[in-house]
């Protein structure tokens, strides 16, 4: 027996189109002349902030020099309805990014946190955000409006303003609740909030974006020891942003150009770790069966920095069938899911954008039922991963693998899975029983113990840097 595979693939410029769709279900609300642009590039739909910035910076171009009506002019990258759009398309000129050297930075051990350990326990309710086989981006609404600094009570999720609403954590829709004491301008004490908690004064309450955005607020102010804080604050009953230099928005687009590509027959839930924040992976990402999503890269110049050192995104890919509301919150050994999920993925960009693939030892040694592999257009080397095993352009590799790309990227789900193969290849790329009993995995709130991609280097644990 053969699983399929999962395919993410990185792309900076090629062929745009806004392409026609006709949506018959929703007739009977719509109105005959509404219009939606949805853009497509290398025969993957994008996002419209996506394009306009590749318009606007240069990188992108109209394939006939002439803008179609309506196109980069909606303040919103989030398509509703539609009826008919003019096709139109953009011809590709010189990449804006070029892929660099790969020098590996000075490591650091992962700081110990104060925090308490998230529930793994799930509420009764959930947001459609998070359902199988749905877009996170379908419930978000005024992302690009600014935030009212001190009008929204403490108790209102702000999802008028872009912000996902996780309801299925039980944290009043946060994907994370940090309450924080602060002494000499440093964080000296943090406490995760658990399900059953909610937004109060003093407490740092985080969210999720939608696909291909993250949220653009954490203070200034960090743990004293090295551990994160992330989110918008509650003071005196109301929501204060905590990065307005940054933006005024509560969501930010990443880099752009990285996607994920589902090719399978079943949804895939994708969940990005909350950093800064509490760093549990509670960031929904549902890939729909035969699907493609924008995957978050943040911007190694501007996002947020962990002691001066350039920071990553790093993702838990869970078995298909598993959904978001299941599998992007703490999980069980026996579950494989969560933080026990048998990939992580980090992915940044300095230089060029970077994506490694690598087993989540010494948590578990559970392998994904699919294949993955990261396809696109310049890409430094091979990375993939084949009947539970990674590969490399030189072959078999035990820790995983990166690759670079000055253009775009697609994290590919798709092939079939030799079981038979896997029984001989388990054994010899375990790690011990002693590593496994002696780690801490499953604690919160660090979902992988040294969290090395997190903190410098996206893929500096891949190389052998410890």
Not at 197 to 210: E, I, V
Request: hydrophobic letters at 35%.
């Amino acid at each position: 027996m053969r699983f399929n595979t999962l395919a993410l693939t990185l792309a900076t410029a090629g062929t745009l189109a806004a392409a026609q769709h006709n949506h018959g279900h929703r007739r009977l609300h719509r109105r005959a002349d509404d219009t939606v642009i949805e853009y497509e590039l290398n025969g993957v739909l994008v996002s419209e902030a996506v394009v306009c910035e590749g318009i606007a910076d240069g990188t992108l171009e109209w394939a006939d020099g002439i803008a179609p009506s309506g196109a980069c002019e909606s303040s919103s990258a989030t398509a509703t309805a539609a009826s008919t759009a003019a096709a139109t398309t953009v011809t590709e000129i010189a990449p804006a990014i070029s892929v660099g050297p790969f020098s590996y930075p000075a490591t650091t051990a992962a700081a110990t946190t104060t925090s308490a350990q998230a529930s793994s326990g799930s509420s009764t309710s959930s947001s459609a955000a998070a359902a199988s086989g749905t877009s996170t981006s379908s419930t978000s609404t005024g992302i690009d409006a600014d935030f009212p600094d001190g009008e929204i009570s403490c108790s209102d999720f702000p999802s008028d303003y872009g912000a996902v609403a996780l309801d299925y954590l039980g944290l009043g829709g946060w994907s994370g609740i940090q309450y924080v004491t602060i002494s000499d301008d440093v964080v000296t004490e943090i406490v995760t909030g658990v399900s059953g908690d909610s937004c109060t004064s003093g407490a740092m309450c985080s969210y999720a974006c939608p696909a291909g955005y993250q949220k653009s607020q954490w203070p200034s102010t960090q743990g004293s020891t090295g551990q994160s804080v992330g989110g918008i604050k509650c003071k005196d009953g109301k929501l204060y942003l905590t990065n307005s230099d940054l933006s005024s928005k509560l969501c930010i687009p990443g880099v752009g150009g990285v996607y994920v590509e589902n090719t399978l027959s079943e949804v895939v839930a994708v969940c990005r770790t909350d950093y800064p924040g509490t760093e549990s992976e509670t960031i929904p990402l549902s890939v729909a069966a035969g699907s493609t999503e924008d995957l978050t890269c943040p911007n190694g110049t501007t996002y947020y920095k962990w002691e001066g050192e350039v920071t990553s995104a790093q993702y838990y890919i869970n078995p298909k069938g598993v959904s978001t509301k299941t599998g992007c919150q703490w999980g069980t050994s026996a579950s494989d899911v969560g933080n026990w999920a048998p990939m992580n993925m980090g992915v940044g960009e300095s230089d060029g954008k970077w994506l490694s693939l690598f087993p989540n030892t010494p948590t578990t040694t559970a392998t994904l039922d699919f294949n993955v592999k990261i396809k696109g257009d310049d890409l430094s080397g091979e990375c993939y991963y084949e009947d539970g095993v990674f590969y490399d352009a030189d072959g078999e590799v035990d820790d995983g693998c990166t690759v670079s790309s000055s253009l775009f990227v697609i994290l590919m789900l798709l092939g079939t899975f030799n079981a038979s193969c896997l029984a001989a290849r388990l054994t010899r790329h375990a790690p011990s029983a002693s590593a496994l009993s002696s780690s801490p995995a499953g604690e919160g709130p660090f979902p992988i113990p040294p969290l090395p991609p997190l903190r410098s280097n996206p893929f500096a644990l891949l190389q052998g840097t410890t």
